[in-house]
């Protein structure tokens, strides 16, 4: 099993709701701020969503009041709520570490797919 194990994806209409989840390893998760990252089709990989081991958050423009992130740091779990959606929420999404040039090689996981489609 992999550094992080996302599950909760699937196809919604839009304005619909998903909420994601993140199965980290204890010892990253403990350590490190954590993001959701979003690959649309044909772009590259971005972050959506930021907390701290703290429990701070922030978000890109794009999601912004509509998707809350947060930590269950006993569960080693991220989960992020995602409401409203629209079709260009629709990609691949994983999670990791934060800022994104720490993240270890290798260390991606399958991701889950997020469709937003009527």
């Known amino acids: 099993q992999g550094l992080f194990v996302e599950s909760g994806g699937g196809l919604v209409q839009p304005g619909g709701s998903l909420r994601l989840s993140c199965a980290a390893s204890?010892?990253?998760?403990?350590?490190?701020?954590m993001g959701w990252y979003r690959q649309a089709p044909g772009k590259q990989r971005e972050v959506v969503a930021r907390?701290?081991?703290?429990?701070?958050?922030n978000y890109d423009d794009s999601v912004k009041g509509r998707f809350t992130i947060s930590r269950d740091n006993a569960k080693n779990t991220l989960y992020l709520q995602m409401n409203s959606l629209k079709s260009g929420d629709t990609g691949v999404y994983y999670c990791?570490?934060?800022?994104?040039?720490?993240?270890?090689?290798?260390?991606w996981g399958q991701g889950t797919q997020v469709t937003v489609s009527s």
């Open positions: 204890k010892n990253i998760f403990s350590i490190y701020d």
């Open positions: 990791n570490i934060v800022p994104q040039y720490q993240i270890l090689a290798g260390s």
């Open positions: 907390i701290t081991l703290g429990g701070s958050s």
